[in-house]
Protein backbone atom coordinates (compact mmCIF):
# COMPACT_ATOMS: atom_id res chain seq x y z
CA UNK A 1 0.00 0.00 0.00
CA UNK A 2 1.48 3.54 -0.85
CA UNK A 3 2.64 5.95 2.57
CA UNK A 4 3.65 8.97 1.50
CA UNK A 5 4.71 10.09 4.74
CA UNK A 6 7.52 8.94 6.78
CA UNK A 7 5.97 6.94 10.11
CA UNK A 8 5.93 9.97 12.07
CA UNK A 9 5.02 12.69 10.01
CA UNK A 10 1.89 10.18 9.05
CA UNK A 11 0.89 9.68 12.96
CA UNK A 12 1.09 13.22 13.74
CA UNK A 13 -1.56 14.03 10.97
CA UNK A 14 -3.40 11.56 11.96
CA UNK A 15 -3.96 12.73 15.27
CA UNK A 16 -4.59 15.99 14.18
CA UNK A 17 -7.12 14.27 11.55
CA UNK A 18 -8.86 12.70 14.72
CA UNK A 19 -9.04 15.80 16.94
CA UNK A 20 -11.39 17.06 14.01
CA UNK A 21 -8.37 19.79 13.00
CA UNK A 22 -8.92 19.25 9.14
CA UNK A 23 -9.25 20.89 6.83
CA UNK A 24 -7.41 23.64 8.57
CA UNK A 25 -7.79 27.36 7.94
CA UNK A 26 -5.72 27.51 4.52
CA UNK A 27 -8.75 24.67 3.81
CA UNK A 28 -6.27 21.59 3.69
CA UNK A 29 -5.90 18.17 4.66
CA UNK A 30 -2.11 17.84 6.05
CA UNK A 31 -0.47 18.64 2.44
CA UNK A 32 -4.03 17.87 0.12
CA UNK A 33 -7.07 20.13 -0.42
CA UNK A 34 -6.58 23.74 -0.57
CA UNK A 35 -7.54 26.15 -3.23
CA UNK A 36 -6.20 25.90 -6.73
CA UNK A 37 -8.65 28.68 -8.60
CA UNK A 38 -8.23 31.49 -11.00
CA UNK A 39 -8.77 34.94 -8.58
CA UNK A 40 -12.26 35.47 -10.23
CA UNK A 41 -13.41 32.19 -8.05
CA UNK A 42 -11.73 33.43 -4.40
CA UNK A 43 -14.73 36.10 -3.46
CA UNK A 44 -17.29 33.22 -4.04
CA UNK A 45 -15.50 30.39 -2.10
CA UNK A 46 -15.11 33.09 0.62
CA UNK A 47 -18.43 33.92 0.75
CA UNK A 48 -19.25 30.10 1.13
CA UNK A 49 -16.71 29.52 3.44
CA UNK A 50 -18.04 32.08 5.66
CA UNK A 51 -21.85 30.71 4.96
CA UNK A 52 -20.98 27.12 6.14
CA UNK A 53 -19.71 28.45 9.53
CA UNK A 54 -22.45 30.89 9.80
CA UNK A 55 -25.12 28.04 8.90
CA UNK A 56 -23.97 24.70 9.60
CA UNK A 57 -23.76 24.90 13.27
CA UNK A 58 -26.70 27.23 13.51
CA UNK A 59 -30.00 25.19 15.79
CA UNK A 60 -32.71 26.44 13.13
CA UNK A 61 -30.55 25.70 10.27
CA UNK A 62 -30.09 22.13 11.92
CA UNK A 63 -33.58 21.79 12.54
CA UNK A 64 -34.75 22.31 9.12
CA UNK A 65 -32.37 20.22 7.66
CA UNK A 66 -33.25 17.53 10.08
CA UNK A 67 -37.17 18.05 8.94
CA UNK A 68 -36.45 17.71 5.29
CA UNK A 69 -34.29 14.71 6.30
CA UNK A 70 -36.91 12.87 8.17
CA UNK A 71 -40.04 13.68 6.25
CA UNK A 72 -39.00 14.24 2.39
CA UNK A 73 -35.77 12.43 2.38
CA UNK A 74 -36.97 9.23 4.79
CA UNK A 75 -33.53 9.22 7.08
CA UNK A 76 -32.87 7.36 9.54
CA UNK A 77 -32.10 4.68 6.50
CA UNK A 78 -31.96 1.19 8.01
CA UNK A 79 -29.30 -0.68 8.72
CA UNK A 80 -30.28 -3.99 7.64
CA UNK A 81 -28.79 -7.75 8.97
CA UNK A 82 -27.98 -9.56 6.01
CA UNK A 83 -28.63 -12.97 7.12
CA UNK A 84 -27.79 -15.17 3.95
CA UNK A 85 -24.77 -13.31 2.98
CA UNK A 86 -23.49 -13.39 6.73
CA UNK A 87 -23.90 -17.35 6.25
CA UNK A 88 -22.40 -17.78 2.89
CA UNK A 89 -18.83 -15.18 3.98
CA UNK A 90 -18.96 -16.61 8.04
CA UNK A 91 -19.49 -12.64 8.89
CA UNK A 92 -22.17 -11.03 10.90
CA UNK A 93 -22.99 -8.56 7.60
CA UNK A 94 -24.79 -5.16 8.36
CA UNK A 95 -25.93 -2.77 5.37
CA UNK A 96 -26.34 0.68 5.58
CA UNK A 97 -28.99 1.24 3.24
CA UNK A 98 -28.73 4.64 1.36
CA UNK A 99 -30.65 2.93 -1.47
CA UNK A 100 -33.85 3.92 0.79
CA UNK A 101 -33.12 7.48 0.74
CA UNK A 102 -35.45 9.71 -1.76
CA UNK A 103 -34.21 8.89 -5.33
CA UNK A 104 -32.59 6.02 -4.70
CA UNK A 105 -28.91 6.68 -2.84
CA UNK A 106 -26.75 9.06 -0.40
CA UNK A 107 -26.76 11.96 -2.75
CA UNK A 108 -30.02 13.68 -1.70
CA UNK A 109 -28.34 14.37 1.47
CA UNK A 110 -25.81 16.28 -0.07
CA UNK A 111 -28.02 17.92 -2.42
CA UNK A 112 -30.84 18.98 0.02
CA UNK A 113 -28.50 20.30 2.82
CA UNK A 114 -26.18 22.65 0.03
CA UNK A 115 -29.46 23.76 -1.33
CA UNK A 116 -30.91 24.90 1.77
CA UNK A 117 -27.42 27.06 2.90
CA UNK A 118 -28.43 28.06 -0.87
CA UNK A 119 -31.24 29.75 -0.07
CA UNK A 120 -29.76 31.34 3.68
CA UNK A 121 -27.13 33.09 1.60
CA UNK A 122 -29.46 34.18 -0.97
CA UNK A 123 -29.10 32.69 -4.06
CA UNK A 124 -31.58 32.95 -6.71
CA UNK A 125 -30.67 30.25 -8.50
CA UNK A 126 -28.80 26.75 -8.62
CA UNK A 127 -25.99 25.40 -10.99
CA UNK A 128 -24.65 22.12 -10.41
CA UNK A 129 -22.79 19.64 -12.48
CA UNK A 130 -23.53 15.90 -13.19
CA UNK A 131 -21.86 12.94 -15.02
CA UNK A 132 -23.98 9.90 -14.57
CA UNK A 133 -26.94 11.85 -14.13
CA UNK A 134 -27.31 10.45 -10.36
CA UNK A 135 -26.61 13.97 -8.50
CA UNK A 136 -28.64 16.33 -11.24
CA UNK A 137 -31.82 14.06 -10.04
CA UNK A 138 -31.03 14.57 -6.48
CA UNK A 139 -30.04 18.50 -6.90
CA UNK A 140 -33.40 19.06 -9.23
CA UNK A 141 -35.56 16.97 -7.07
CA UNK A 142 -33.82 19.28 -3.87
CA UNK A 143 -34.55 22.75 -6.00
CA UNK A 144 -37.94 21.47 -6.59
CA UNK A 145 -38.78 20.65 -3.08
CA UNK A 146 -37.35 24.18 -1.76
CA UNK A 147 -38.67 26.28 -5.15
CA UNK A 148 -35.56 27.20 -6.67
CA UNK A 149 -34.57 27.28 -10.40
CA UNK A 150 -31.67 24.47 -11.41
CA UNK A 151 -29.82 24.56 -14.45
CA UNK A 152 -27.85 21.40 -14.39
CA UNK A 153 -24.50 20.76 -17.13
CA UNK A 154 -23.95 17.63 -18.41
CA UNK A 155 -21.51 16.20 -21.09
CA UNK A 156 -23.19 15.94 -24.37
CA UNK A 157 -22.13 12.13 -24.48
CA UNK A 158 -23.52 11.47 -21.18
CA UNK A 159 -26.53 12.77 -21.66
CA UNK A 160 -26.97 10.59 -24.74
CA UNK A 161 -25.48 7.28 -22.20
CA UNK A 162 -28.13 8.41 -19.42
CA UNK A 163 -31.02 9.79 -21.17
CA UNK A 164 -32.96 8.14 -18.64
CA UNK A 165 -31.44 10.55 -15.50
CA UNK A 166 -32.37 13.51 -18.46
CA UNK A 167 -35.57 13.07 -18.59
CA UNK A 168 -35.96 12.89 -15.04
CA UNK A 169 -34.37 15.89 -14.09
CA UNK A 170 -36.97 17.97 -16.62
CA UNK A 171 -39.44 16.57 -15.02
CA UNK A 172 -38.51 17.58 -11.67
CA UNK A 173 -38.50 21.28 -13.28
CA UNK A 174 -34.42 21.68 -14.19
CA UNK A 175 -32.67 22.51 -17.35
CA UNK A 176 -30.43 20.40 -18.47
CA UNK A 177 -27.66 22.07 -20.99
CA UNK A 178 -25.43 19.40 -22.88
CA UNK A 179 -21.84 20.40 -22.35
CA UNK A 180 -20.40 19.85 -26.69
CA UNK A 181 -16.89 21.34 -25.20
CA UNK A 182 -13.43 19.50 -23.72
CA UNK A 183 -13.97 15.49 -23.03
CA UNK A 184 -17.78 16.06 -23.22
CA UNK A 185 -18.38 14.33 -19.70
CA UNK A 186 -18.21 14.87 -16.45
CA UNK A 187 -15.01 16.87 -16.90
CA UNK A 188 -16.01 19.89 -18.93
CA UNK A 189 -19.35 19.59 -17.33
CA UNK A 190 -17.82 20.58 -13.72
CA UNK A 191 -15.73 23.58 -15.87
CA UNK A 192 -19.35 24.69 -17.62
CA UNK A 193 -20.88 25.07 -14.32
CA UNK A 194 -18.17 26.99 -12.42
CA UNK A 195 -17.73 29.14 -15.41
CA UNK A 196 -22.04 29.65 -14.80
CA UNK A 197 -21.18 30.65 -11.19
CA UNK A 198 -18.47 33.27 -11.72
CA UNK A 199 -20.35 35.19 -13.87
CA UNK A 200 -23.18 35.64 -11.30
CA UNK A 201 -21.61 34.36 -7.56
CA UNK A 202 -23.46 36.24 -5.05
CA UNK A 203 -26.95 35.19 -7.36
CA UNK A 204 -26.53 31.47 -8.28
CA UNK A 205 -25.42 28.95 -6.33
CA UNK A 206 -22.83 26.06 -6.92
CA UNK A 207 -24.25 22.85 -5.80
CA UNK A 208 -21.18 20.53 -6.08
CA UNK A 209 -21.86 16.83 -6.06
CA UNK A 210 -18.90 14.92 -4.23
CA UNK A 211 -16.43 15.64 -1.71
CA UNK A 212 -14.38 16.93 -3.98
CA UNK A 213 -13.09 20.79 -5.66
CA UNK A 214 -11.94 23.80 -3.75
CA UNK A 215 -12.21 24.32 -0.63
CA UNK A 216 -14.80 24.66 1.07
CA UNK A 217 -16.72 22.43 -0.85
CA UNK A 218 -14.86 18.91 0.69
CA UNK A 219 -15.79 20.04 4.07
CA UNK A 220 -19.65 21.24 3.26
CA UNK A 221 -20.28 17.26 1.61
CA UNK A 222 -18.26 15.69 4.25
CA UNK A 223 -20.89 17.42 6.77
CA UNK A 224 -23.70 17.03 5.29
CA UNK A 225 -22.86 13.06 4.38
CA UNK A 226 -21.59 12.33 7.85
CA UNK A 227 -25.40 11.39 8.56
CA UNK A 228 -25.15 8.29 7.38
CA UNK A 229 -22.01 7.13 9.37
CA UNK A 230 -23.35 8.88 12.43
CA UNK A 231 -26.73 6.74 12.44
CA UNK A 232 -24.84 3.97 11.44
CA UNK A 233 -22.91 4.07 14.21
CA UNK A 234 -25.61 4.65 16.68
CA UNK A 235 -27.44 1.88 14.81
CA UNK A 236 -24.94 -0.93 15.45
CA UNK A 237 -24.18 0.27 19.03
CA UNK A 238 -28.09 -0.26 19.41
CA UNK A 239 -28.72 -3.35 17.47
CA UNK A 240 -25.20 -5.20 18.33
CA UNK A 241 -24.19 -3.80 21.11
CA UNK A 242 -21.38 -2.58 19.91
CA UNK A 243 -18.89 -1.78 17.11
CA UNK A 244 -18.61 -3.38 14.02
CA UNK A 245 -14.86 -4.87 13.27
CA UNK A 246 -14.79 -2.98 9.67
CA UNK A 247 -16.79 -0.78 7.55
CA UNK A 248 -16.76 -0.73 3.60
CA UNK A 249 -17.75 1.53 1.30
CA UNK A 250 -17.06 2.47 -2.35
CA UNK A 251 -15.10 5.67 -3.36
CA UNK A 252 -15.61 7.79 -6.69
CA UNK A 253 -15.72 10.95 -5.65
CA UNK A 254 -15.90 10.07 -1.77
CA UNK A 255 -18.74 11.31 -0.69
CA UNK A 256 -20.82 8.07 0.45
CA UNK A 257 -17.50 7.20 1.69
CA UNK A 258 -16.13 10.35 3.78
CA UNK A 259 -20.03 10.20 5.16
CA UNK A 260 -19.75 6.35 6.41
CA UNK A 261 -16.00 6.71 7.89
CA UNK A 262 -16.04 10.32 9.12
CA UNK A 263 -17.68 9.22 12.70
CA UNK A 264 -15.67 6.10 12.94
CA UNK A 265 -11.97 7.49 12.19
CA UNK A 266 -11.75 7.93 15.86
CA UNK A 267 -12.39 4.73 16.79
CA UNK A 268 -9.04 2.73 16.72
CA UNK A 269 -10.31 -0.62 16.86
CA UNK A 270 -13.02 -0.14 13.50
CA UNK A 271 -11.16 -1.12 10.30
CA UNK A 272 -11.87 1.87 7.46
CA UNK A 273 -11.89 0.19 3.81
CA UNK A 274 -12.51 2.14 0.85
CA UNK A 275 -13.42 -0.01 -2.91
CA UNK A 276 -12.17 2.06 -5.58
CA UNK A 277 -13.13 0.83 -9.20
CA UNK A 278 -10.63 -1.43 -10.87
CA UNK A 279 -12.74 -1.25 -14.18
CA UNK A 280 -10.65 -3.57 -16.71
CA UNK A 281 -7.44 -4.23 -14.65
CA UNK A 282 -4.44 -1.94 -13.76
CA UNK A 283 -3.03 -0.73 -16.76
CA UNK A 284 -3.39 2.86 -17.29
CA UNK A 285 -7.24 4.44 -18.45
CA UNK A 286 -8.71 0.64 -18.03
CA UNK A 287 -9.92 2.19 -14.24
CA UNK A 288 -10.73 4.94 -11.63
CA UNK A 289 -8.68 3.26 -8.88
CA UNK A 290 -7.47 7.28 -8.09
CA UNK A 291 -5.94 6.28 -4.80
CA UNK A 292 -4.58 3.23 -4.80
CA UNK A 293 -3.31 3.62 -8.89
CA UNK A 294 -2.45 7.24 -8.96
CA UNK A 295 -0.02 10.09 -8.07
CA UNK A 296 -0.76 13.61 -6.47
CA UNK A 297 -1.58 16.36 -8.66
CA UNK A 298 -3.58 19.67 -9.32
CA UNK A 299 -7.35 18.78 -10.76
CA UNK A 300 -10.61 20.85 -10.46
CA UNK A 301 -9.41 23.65 -7.55
CA UNK A 302 -7.50 20.41 -5.54
CA UNK A 303 -4.26 19.03 -4.56
CA UNK A 304 -5.16 15.57 -4.50
CA UNK A 305 -4.37 11.91 -5.64
CA UNK A 306 -4.89 12.03 -9.72
CA UNK A 307 -4.61 9.37 -12.65
CA UNK A 308 -2.35 10.84 -14.60
CA UNK A 309 0.58 10.12 -16.90
CA UNK A 310 4.55 10.20 -16.74
CA UNK A 311 3.81 14.08 -18.26
CA UNK A 312 0.91 15.00 -15.86
CA UNK A 313 -1.58 14.82 -18.52
CA UNK A 314 -4.86 13.19 -16.46
CA UNK A 315 -5.48 10.28 -17.52
CA UNK A 316 -8.90 9.15 -19.33
CA UNK A 317 -10.50 6.59 -17.12
CA UNK A 318 -12.68 3.72 -17.09
CA UNK A 319 -15.52 1.57 -15.22
CA UNK A 320 -18.86 -0.31 -15.12
CA UNK A 321 -20.36 2.22 -12.91
CA UNK A 322 -20.90 5.40 -14.13
CA UNK A 323 -20.56 6.90 -10.49
CA UNK A 324 -16.66 5.97 -9.67
CA UNK A 325 -15.56 6.88 -13.60
CA UNK A 326 -13.57 9.96 -12.34
CA UNK A 327 -9.84 10.67 -12.57
CA UNK A 328 -9.70 12.73 -9.25
CA UNK A 329 -10.43 12.00 -5.78
CA UNK A 330 -11.57 14.15 -2.42
CA UNK A 331 -8.80 15.55 -0.40
CA UNK A 332 -9.65 13.44 2.88
CA UNK A 333 -9.15 10.67 1.45
CA UNK A 334 -5.67 10.88 0.33
CA UNK A 335 -4.84 12.28 4.12
CA UNK A 336 -6.37 9.66 5.13
CA UNK A 337 -4.78 6.76 2.81
CA UNK A 338 -1.46 8.66 3.45
CA UNK A 339 -1.54 7.89 6.96
CA UNK A 340 -2.65 4.63 6.82
CA UNK A 341 -6.48 5.03 8.73
CA UNK A 342 -8.19 3.83 5.49
CA UNK A 343 -6.99 1.08 3.42
CA UNK A 344 -7.77 1.19 -0.08
CA UNK A 345 -8.59 -1.46 -2.26
CA UNK A 346 -9.65 -2.00 -5.60
CA UNK A 347 -12.28 -3.83 -7.48
CA UNK A 348 -12.69 -4.85 -11.35
CA UNK A 349 -15.68 -4.65 -13.02
CA UNK A 350 -16.58 -8.23 -13.31
CA UNK A 351 -15.95 -8.83 -9.62
CA UNK A 352 -18.43 -6.27 -8.91
CA UNK A 353 -20.82 -7.32 -11.06
CA UNK A 354 -20.49 -11.02 -9.23
CA UNK A 355 -21.01 -9.69 -6.17
CA UNK A 356 -24.09 -7.48 -7.14
CA UNK A 357 -25.83 -10.93 -8.75
CA UNK A 358 -24.95 -11.94 -4.98
CA UNK A 359 -26.78 -9.34 -3.32
CA UNK A 360 -30.14 -9.89 -5.35
CA UNK A 361 -29.85 -13.36 -4.58
CA UNK A 362 -28.81 -13.85 -1.30
CA UNK A 363 -30.83 -10.62 0.41
CA UNK A 364 -33.78 -9.29 -1.98
CA UNK A 365 -31.84 -6.05 -2.78
CA UNK A 366 -30.26 -4.31 -5.94
CA UNK A 367 -27.53 -2.84 -5.19
CA UNK A 368 -25.79 0.06 -7.82
CA UNK A 369 -22.93 -1.42 -9.31
CA UNK A 370 -20.98 1.45 -7.45
CA UNK A 371 -22.04 -0.11 -4.37
CA UNK A 372 -21.24 -3.79 -5.44
CA UNK A 373 -17.67 -2.65 -5.12
CA UNK A 374 -17.83 -2.53 -1.60
CA UNK A 375 -19.45 -5.91 -1.48
CA UNK A 376 -16.47 -7.63 -3.06
CA UNK A 377 -14.17 -5.75 -0.89
CA UNK A 378 -15.87 -6.77 2.39
CA UNK A 379 -16.80 -10.56 1.04
CA UNK A 380 -12.69 -10.91 0.57
CA UNK A 381 -11.77 -9.59 4.01
CA UNK A 382 -14.54 -11.75 6.00
CA UNK A 383 -12.84 -14.41 4.68
CA UNK A 384 -9.66 -13.37 6.50
CA UNK A 385 -11.34 -12.93 9.46
CA UNK A 386 -14.05 -15.56 10.29
CA UNK A 387 -16.40 -14.19 12.33
CA UNK A 388 -16.27 -10.55 11.94
CA UNK A 389 -18.79 -7.92 12.16
CA UNK A 390 -19.14 -5.61 9.00
CA UNK A 391 -20.91 -2.83 7.83
CA UNK A 392 -21.44 -2.03 3.97
CA UNK A 393 -22.34 1.12 2.76
CA UNK A 394 -25.06 0.46 0.41
CA UNK A 395 -24.57 3.73 -1.30
CA UNK A 396 -27.79 3.26 -3.52
CA UNK A 397 -30.30 0.98 -5.38
CA UNK A 398 -29.56 -0.65 -8.63
CA UNK A 399 -32.50 0.43 -10.85
CA UNK A 400 -30.87 3.02 -12.77
CA UNK A 401 -28.35 0.20 -13.60
CA UNK A 402 -30.75 -1.47 -15.45
CA UNK A 403 -29.74 -1.38 -19.18
CA UNK A 404 -25.80 -2.07 -18.09
CA UNK A 405 -27.01 -4.95 -16.33
CA UNK A 406 -29.42 -6.08 -19.36
CA UNK A 407 -25.86 -5.99 -21.44
CA UNK A 408 -24.08 -7.94 -19.15
CA UNK A 409 -25.10 -10.22 -16.19
CA UNK A 410 -28.59 -10.86 -18.12
CA UNK A 411 -27.06 -11.03 -21.93
CA UNK A 412 -28.73 -14.31 -23.27
CA UNK A 413 -30.72 -15.07 -20.20
CA UNK A 414 -34.41 -13.16 -21.28
C1 LIG B 1 -22.46 8.75 -7.30
C2 LIG B 1 -22.49 7.45 -6.60
C3 LIG B 1 -21.35 6.91 -5.98
C4 LIG B 1 -19.99 7.55 -6.05
O1 LIG B 1 -19.89 8.83 -5.52
P1 LIG B 1 -19.17 9.14 -4.14
O2 LIG B 1 -19.09 10.61 -4.11
O3 LIG B 1 -17.82 8.47 -4.16
O4 LIG B 1 -20.03 8.59 -3.06
C5 LIG B 1 -21.48 5.71 -5.29
N1 LIG B 1 -22.65 5.05 -5.23
C6 LIG B 1 -23.76 5.53 -5.82
C7 LIG B 1 -25.03 4.74 -5.71
C8 LIG B 1 -23.72 6.74 -6.53
O5 LIG B 1 -24.84 7.20 -7.12
Not at 101 to 112: L, P, R, V, Y
Not at 326 to 348: A, F, I
Request: negative net charge.
Amino acid sequence: MQRLFEMGEASALLKREVAGEFPDARGRFGPYGGRYVPETLVPALDRLEAGVHRWLDDPEFIAELDAQLSEWVGRPTALSYAPTLSARWGAKVYLKREDLAHTGAHKINNAIGQALLAQRLGAKRIVAETGAGQHGVASAAACARLGLPCTVYMGAIDCERQAPNVGRMKLLGATVVPVTGGDQTLRAAIDEALRDWVADPNGTYYLLGSAVGPHPYPLLVRRLQSVIGREARAQMIRQTGGLPDAVFACVGGGSNSIGMFHPFIGDESVRLIGLEAGGRGPALGDNSATLTMGRPGVLQGCYSMLLQDADGQIQETHSISAGLDYPGVGPEHSLLMSTGRVQYEYVTDDEALESLSECCAAEGIIPAIETAHAFTGARKWAAQHPGATLVICLSGRGDKDMPTLQRTLLKGKL
